[in-house]
């Protein structure tokens, strides 16, 4: 069962005099690595073929993922109304492909997939979140914090199936902490990249991966607060199985708070050259 739909977003109460222009781009983006869910479905369907609730399970996240880009598409859509979702999606689909013939998990392991599902709902929870808090459009605001929910959810549900792999597995801590640093470093791969292209560039401008890059995450790391930092950081350090809260986990968040503003920096000094 979903927890919210399409149809509970009070649309009515769009506000165009609210709308901030530089998140529109970054929820066309967004729309399209969402709506890709199903694909990602059907890989985890492989890796965990003969694993039945977590294959049921991984189809109700997905329709959730689905909704997630639909609801982020209809609001820019009415933000921009030149903007068409289905077509700018439609190309992400065609140029974007995930291994959905893989017969194992590429982290090696299912514990190791379960965690870098982890790192992404890390992620797309505090991401959301940071968008929800910097948005005073009211329908913007609505859905992001609808997304940002099914986000927290998700991370424990791919957590609670991860502990259970675990427990068979005996993935050690190094490797389980390599594979969430990995995904994590995986943010600046095609995935998002070519999604800030099909959703923004036009017609006939080519993909350029360090261009795309340092577009999309120079803003979307503009929207971030400490404290969605510090949250996450907590998050990454219950997956791997380390405390959640305490000096440790401090002193990581303020460091990935120092290293996203210099990273921005760069990329933003990218751009201008
Ligand atoms: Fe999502
Ligand atoms: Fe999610």
Redesign the pocket.
């Known amino acids: 069962m979903k927890h919210w739909r399409i149809d509970d977003v009070a649309w009515d109460r769009f506000d165009p005099s609210k709308v901030e222009p530089e998140l529109i781009p970054l929820v066309k983006a967004a729309a399209m690595v969402e709506r890709n869910g199903t694909d990602y479905a059907i890989y985890l369907s492989r890796v965990f073929n003969d694993d039945k609730d977590f294959r049921q399970a991984a189809d109700y996240?997905a329709d959730?993922?689905v909704q997630?880009g639909d609801a982020l598409g209809k609001w820019a859509m009415l933000a921009d109304p030149a903007w068409d979702y289905p077509a700018a999606f439609a190309r992400y689909k065609a140029g974007f492909k995930l291994p959905l013939d893989a017969e194992a998990s590429v982290r090696g392991s299912r514990t190791g997939e379960l965690i870098a599902r982890c790192m992404?709902?890390t992620g797309?929870s505090s991401y959301y979140s940071a968008l929800a808090d910097a948005t005073k459009e009211p329908v913007l605001q609505q859905i992001c914090r609808h997304i940002a929910a099914?986000?927290f959810r998700?991370f424990k549900l791919f957590y609670d199936h991860m502990k259970r792999y675990l427990a068979r597995e005996n993935i050690g801590l190094l490797n389980r902490l390599r594979i969430a640093v990995g995904r994590i470093g995986e943010s600046e791969d095609d995935e998002l990249a070519y999604a800030w292209h099909c959703g923004n560039d036009a017609d006939g401008v080519a993909y350029e991966h360090g261009r795309c890059t340092a577009d999309y995450m120079s803003r979307a790391m503009g929207f971030y607060r400490f404290r969605h930092i510090e949250r996450g950081m907590g998050m990454i350090f219950k997956a791997v199985g380390l405390p959640p809260r305490g000096r440790l986990s401090d002193l990581s968040a303020k460091a990935a708070w120092r290293l996203m503003q210099w990273r921005r920096q760069r990329l933003i000094a990218r751009l201008a050259a």
Do not use: P
């Open positions: 996240w959730e993922e997630h992404v709902e797309t099914d986000e998700h």
